[in-house]
């Protein structure tokens, strides 16, 4: 995984659990943070790329090339400018999973995606300008704004986008029975 020198790595901790705004960091108290290598035993990746060069960052197009993401989009969110604004952050925020991957690249803004870990607690993980992550299919997940409530994101997909979520539970789902064996029974 690639990260520059000069830009803080992103930032992950357990989810307090309690039923505040969303928007909120929700750190447990004390805090208890998680390490890039935790998320990757999830089957999350991270990369940190240089945002304000991401149409020619050498770096990103390896990264295309070799997981073969051959389709993109940006997606501002934001009250102004996401159509059904409160809408669309409700379904963001209802717990699901995808078959495919989830592909986010965070060009400017800042937000937060939660995932399961094999405990099936919440891990709150906090991208920001710069950041990108891969989601496995299969896993459990959501997304929120923080409190600046603005995000533009670019997102890959291998072929055209599946945009269908799955909410849980859905244990019986391929995609899940397959990111369960490899991800959970595999390091039993």
């Given at each position: 995984?690639?990260?520059?020198?000069?830009?803080?790595?992103?930032?992950?901790?357990?989810?307090?659990?309690?039923?505040?705004?969303?928007?909120?960091?929700?750190?447990?108290?004390?805090?208890?943070?998680v390490?890039?290598?935790?998320?990757?035993?999830?089957?999350?990746?991270?990369?940190?790329?240089?945002?304000?060069?991401?149409?020619?960052?050498?770096?990103?197009?390896?990264?295309?090339?070799?997981?073969?993401?051959?389709?993109?989009?940006?997606?501002?969110?934001?009250p102004?400018?996401?159509?059904?604004?409160?809408?669309?952050i409700?379904?963001?925020?209802?717990?699901?999973?995808?078959?495919?991957?989830?592909?986010?690249?965070?060009?400017?803004?800042?937000?937060?995606?939660?995932?399961?870990?094999?405990?099936?607690?919440?891990?709150?993980?906090?991208?920001?300008?710069g950041?990108?992550?891969?989601?496995?299919?299969?896993?459990?997940?959501?997304?929120?704004?923080?409190?600046?409530n603005?995000?533009?994101?670019?997102?890959?997909?291998?072929?055209?986008?599946?945009?269908?979520?799955?909410?849980?539970?859905?244990?019986?789902?391929?995609?899940?029975?397959?990111?369960?064996?490899?991800?959970?029974?595999?390091?039993?």
């Amino acid at each position: 995984m690639g990260v520059e020198v000069n830009l803080p790595p992103m930032e992950a901790w357990y989810f307090d659990e309690l039923g505040e705004d969303q928007r909120l960091p929700h750190q447990t108290n004390p805090p208890q943070y998680v390490s890039l290598e935790k998320l990757a035993d999830i089957g999350v990746l991270y990369w940190k790329l240089d945002a304000d060069n991401f149409e020619t960052d050498p770096e990103l197009q390896k990264i295309r090339k070799t997981r073969g993401y051959n389709y993109k989009d940006m997606l501002t969110i934001c009250p102004e400018k996401l159509p059904n604004y409160h809408e669309k952050i409700k379904n963001f925020y209802e717990e699901h999973l995808h078959t495919d991957e989830e592909i986010r690249y965070c060009l400017e803004g800042s937000g937060y995606f939660d995932v399961r870990d094999k405990e099936d607690r919440w891990i709150r993980i906090w991208v920001k300008k710069g950041d990108m992550i891969i989601l496995p299919g299969g896993i459990y997940h959501r997304f929120t704004l923080d409190t600046n409530n603005y995000i533009n994101i670019l997102r890959l997909f291998q072929g055209e986008p599946v945009w269908t979520a799955y909410n849980r539970p859905c244990e019986e789902h391929p995609a899940r029975k397959m990111y369960v064996h490899q991800f959970t029974e595999q390091s039993c």
